[in-house]
C-alpha cells in the first residue's frame, strides 16, 4: 500500500520541477491530487504527463480570488483535503543598490502572501490531523550576493511553521518545510553556466540536487512517516547550508 493511500493533496507550482516530482510520487503512493499553475498549457501538460489522479486548476497564488477560486473547484468535487504543498515561488537576483519596488513586491506577494493565504484559506477543507508542507529555502538562512529579497522571502516561510505548529495543535494538523538547495530545475534555466558553476563549487556533495531528491523529503513530511515532526525544517541541499 502507499504511504499516501486514499489522502488528497493540493501542490501549488505543480507544473514543474520540484512541484510536478513531487505530484507525480504523490500520485504513486495513492493520493488524488490538485495542482495549479499559471498557464493553462503548462498546467494541461501537466496534467497529461502525471496521467491519473489528478485534477489542474489555473490560478496565481498571489491573487487572492484564484485562491478561493482553487478551493471551490476542490469543495465542488465533495472531496476534502489531507495535504497542503504551498511551494509555488518565484526567484529573482538584485542586489541592494539595485532592487526596485517591483522587485520586492513580486517576490513578497507571490513567496510569502501567496504561500500564507494558500494555506489559509484551505483550513476549512482540511482534515483535522492532516500535514502542511512549504517549500523555502537554504537562501533563507544564507546571504547571497544580489539574493536579498528572496532569501527575506524564504526566511518569512520558514518562520511560519513554528507559529502555525502553535495556532493549529489543537486540531493535530503539522507543518513543516522542505528547505532545498541548489535544484537543476527550470527556475535555474534563466542562470548563465558559470554561475551555476560557482553555485556547485559550494556544495559539498560536488553537484546539484534534482527534484525527485527534494520529492522524497516533501513525502516524508506529508506521510505519516514524520509523525511527531512539527514546526521543522528539512534540509535538501547536498550540505551547502550545513557545514
Ligand atoms: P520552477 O520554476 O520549476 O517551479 C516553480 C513553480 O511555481 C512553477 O510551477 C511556477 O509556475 C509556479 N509559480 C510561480 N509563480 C507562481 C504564481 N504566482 N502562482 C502560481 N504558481 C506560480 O522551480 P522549482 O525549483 O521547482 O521551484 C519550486 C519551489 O522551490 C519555489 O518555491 C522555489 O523558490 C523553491 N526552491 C527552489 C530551489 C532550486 O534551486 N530550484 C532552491 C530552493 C528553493
Known amino acids: 500500500m502507499g504511504k499516501l493511500q486514499g489522502k ?27 495542482i ?14 502525471i496521467g491519473r489522479n489528478v485534477t489542474g486548476v489555473q490560478g496565481d497564488v498571489s491573487n487572492m480570488k484564484d485562491i478561493d477560486r ?10 476534502r483535503l489531507d495535504i497542503v504543498f504551498a511551494n509555488a515561488g518565484v526567484a529573482e537576483f538584485a542586489s541592494l543598490q539595485q532592487a526596485t519596488e517591483a522587485h520586492f513586491d513580486k517576490i513578497f506577494d507571490i513567496n510569502v502572501k501567496g504561500t500564507y493565504f494558500t494555506v489559509q484559506k ?27 529579497v528572496y532569501g527575506a522571502s524564504k526566511a518569512a516561510v520558514r518562520n511560519f511553521v513554528r507559529s502555525w505548529t502553535n495556532d493549529l495543535k489543537d486540531r493535530r494538523i503539522r ?16 542562470q548563465p553556466q558559470e554561475a551555476i558553476n560557482k553555485i556547485t563549487a559550494t ?3 560536488g553537484r546539484l540536487g534534482r527534484d ?15 509523525s511527531f515532526c512539527c514546526g521543522a525544517e528539512l534540509c535538501v541541499d547536498g550540505g551547502r547550508a550545513q557545514v
Open 70 to 79: 482553487l478551493y471551490e473547484t476542490i469543495k465542488a468535487t465533495g472531496r
Open 212 to 226: 525527485e531528491e527534494v520529492a522524497r523529503a516533501v513525502l516524508f513530511l506529508a506521510s505519516d512517516d514524520s
Open 122 to 148: 484551505a483550513l476549512p477543507l482540511l482534515n483535522d490531523g492532516g500535514s502542511i508542507v512549504l517549500t523555502a529555502s537554504i537562501s533563507g538562512v544564507k546571504g547571497t550576493p544580489s539574493f536579498g
Open 175 to 190: 507543518s513543516n518545510v522542505v528547505s532545498p538547495g541548489p535544484i537543476a530545475t527550470p527556475i535555474l534555466d534563466d
Open 203 to 205: 556544495i559539498p556533495m
Open 8 to 34: 488528497v493533496a493540493v501542490i501549488t507550482g505543480g507544473t514543474t520541477g520540484i512541484g510536478l516530482a513531487t505530484a507525480k510520487l504523490f500520485v504513486e503512493e495513492g493520493a488524488h491530487i490538485f
Open 36 to 49: 495549479t499553475g499559471r498557464r493553462e498549457k503548462e498546467l494541461d501538460a501537466a496534467v497529461g504527463e
